[in-house]
Nanobody, 115 residues
Framework: QVQLVESGGGLAQPGGSLRLSCAAS????????MGWHRQAPGKERELVAV???????KYADSVKGRFTISRDYARDTVYLQMDSLKPEDTAVYYC?????????WGQGIQVTVSS
């Protein structure tokens, strides 16, 4: 069985920073794309950022220039550095990864941006 475990998150002030981590564990043979999505109350889940197995990245327009996704291949971990946070970044953030050719999701972690 494979799983994704998220950490980081919490409360930040507008203009502040937070860093999310997501580690894959279990019997993993291959890892494809890894990324982050988010879901705000009353809204659909949306893609925030993704990093491919070849290190190519893609960002939602709303976070470009503020968020940075990175990946540690040795630790099977993906990170999301969030800077210049805005109240509209408040959401539950979900890690995703293609593990053993199947899409897996983390349990979600709350990020709240408020003064």
């Amino acid at each position: 069985q494979v799983q994704l475990v998220e950490s980081g998150g919490g409360l930040a002030q507008p203009g502040g920073s937070l860093r999310l981590s997501c580690a894959a564990s279990g019997k993993i043979f291959t890892i494809g794309d890894m990324g982050w999505h988010r879901q705000a109350p009353g809204k659909e889940r949306e893609l925030v950022a993704v990093v491919g197995s070849g290190s190519g990245t893609k960002y939602a327009d709303s976070v470009k220039g503020r968020f940075t996704i990175s990946r540690d291949y040795a630790r099977d971990t993906v990170y999301l550095q969030m800077d210049s946070l805005k109240p509209e970044d408040t959401a539950v953030y979900y890690c995703s990864a293609v593990l053993n050719l199947r899409l897996s999701w983390g349990q979600g972690i709350q990020v709240t941006v408020s003064s």
